[in-house]
């Protein structure tokens, strides 16, 4: 089955950018989504993007929009998130998803591939 690994997390400070990397291993893929979500300690998972096999679709959570952007290089096996304007509120655990689908989700139960996940903080 694929293996996920996310890497890029850190502490920042606000107002400040990360790119987070996501590395699928373990499979031959054909064509799949992936999505990027976070979660908080003591709060549900929450959908952060998603994109399509192509990079031609995208979604964005409300909260992210204009400050995420979320890509991917499939000759890679790779998934980027790029944040830029960080907020204390973004502050969470980041993790990666990947499902065997042309087209992305924002629903977390769809995916069926994940990574352990990468700190963000960011500092106010």
């Known amino acids: 089955q694929a293996q996920l690994v996310e890497s890029g997390g850190g502490l920042v400070q606000a107002g400040g950018s990360l790119r987070l990397s996501c590395v699928v291993s373990?499979?031959?893929?054909?064509?799949?989504?992936m999505g990027w979500f976070r979660q908080a300690p003591g709060k549900e998972r929450k959908f952060v993007a998603a994109i399509s096999w192509s990079g031609e679709t995208t979604y964005y959570a409300d909260s992210v929009k204009g400050r995420f952007t979320i890509s991917r290089d499939n000759a890679k096996n790779t998934a980027y998130l790029q944040m830029n304007s960080l907020k204390p509120e973004d502050t969470a655990v980041y993790y990666c998803a990947c499902d065997n689908s042309l087209i992305p989700s924002k629903l977390g139960s769809r995916y069926d591939y994940w990574g352990p996940g990468t700190q963000v903080t960011v500092s106010s």
């Open positions: 373990g499979r031959t893929f054909s064509r799949y989504s």
